[in-house]
């Protein structure tokens, strides 16, 4: 796919975002881009999403930044905020499950830890890592995914300006579509990956039903109007049939 095209579409959703918390946020890259990758969009999707989005939650006034390279076969994505930060002693915590910068953090803006656990094994499964590189608290935090990629023969490398013209092609409001009034029904069986789910979901106002096994979801499915359905294949009662 496209890198070129995928990183101007991704940071016109990211501006957008942004903006809606009244932030700002910076696209740049530190060197020259592969048009064409072999990899997968969806999960590095996933992986910019949620850490962009993390730091636009963590971050009350400044900017975010999205920063690329590229070196022998891989990439890196710096994301940066001007946000709360992250002292010393909660870094030990940062990827356990539901851990939380601290208390006051947590009544005002919400757990940390699915999104950023979610974030490190997507990086993992492309054969990378997602680490955090720098924080101080009070002034921001840099957060690091390298992901090594495969480039197809036609692939050709592009300069920055190739990059920033992309963006600015694409008008904000066309590129992020309202899906707040869609209705989805989650079959999934797993009360980890239903409340993993869940928690990305709400973000976006998705109005989200959940059941637990195949038959509830054939039998919702049937009787209610769903515009999207999410199912887990691997559920012990053929998941991939019911599907």
Avoid at 4 to 31: D, N, P, Y
Avoid at 164 to 171: C, D, H, L, M, V
């Amino acid at each position: 796919f496209s890198l070129v095209q995928f990183l101007a579409e991704f940071s016109s959703f990211a501006a957008l975002k942004a903006r809606e918390h009244g932030l700002s946020f910076e696209f740049t890259a530190e060197s020259l881009i592969p048009d064409l990758i072999v990899s997968d969009p969806s999960k590095l999707r996933q992986i910019l999403s949620n850490s962009v989005g993390n730091a636009v939650k963590f971050t009350e006034r400044g900017k975010v930044k999205l920063t690329v390279s590229y070196d022998d076969n891989q990439l890196t994505f710096k994301i940066s905020d001007t946000g709360r930060g992250i002292s010393a002693e909660q870094r030990s915590h940062l990827f356990q499950a539901f851990a939380q910068v601290d208390s006051s953090t947590t009544r005002k803006f919400g757990g940390t830890g699915l999104g950023l656990i979610l974030t490190k094994k997507l990086s993992e499964v492309l054969g990378g890592d997602y680490n955090l590189r720098s924080s101080e608290p009070g002034k921001g935090s840099t957060f690091v995914a390298s992901l090594p990629i495969s480039l197809p023969e036609v692939s050709e490398l592009v300069p920055v300006d190739a990059l920033a013209a992309r963006i600015s092609e694409k008008p904000l409001a066309d590129s992020v579509p309202d899906i707040s009034d869609m209705k989805v029904l989650l079959v999934e069986d797993s009360p980890d990956n239903q409340v993993l789910v869940k928690l990305m979901l709400s973000k976006v106002g998705i109005d989200l039903e959940i059941v637990g096994d195949g038959a509830s979801g054939v039998k919702s499915a049937l009787n209610e109007h769903f515009d999207i359905v999410l199912m887990d294949i691997q559920m012990p009662l053929q998941g991939f049939r019911i599907s």
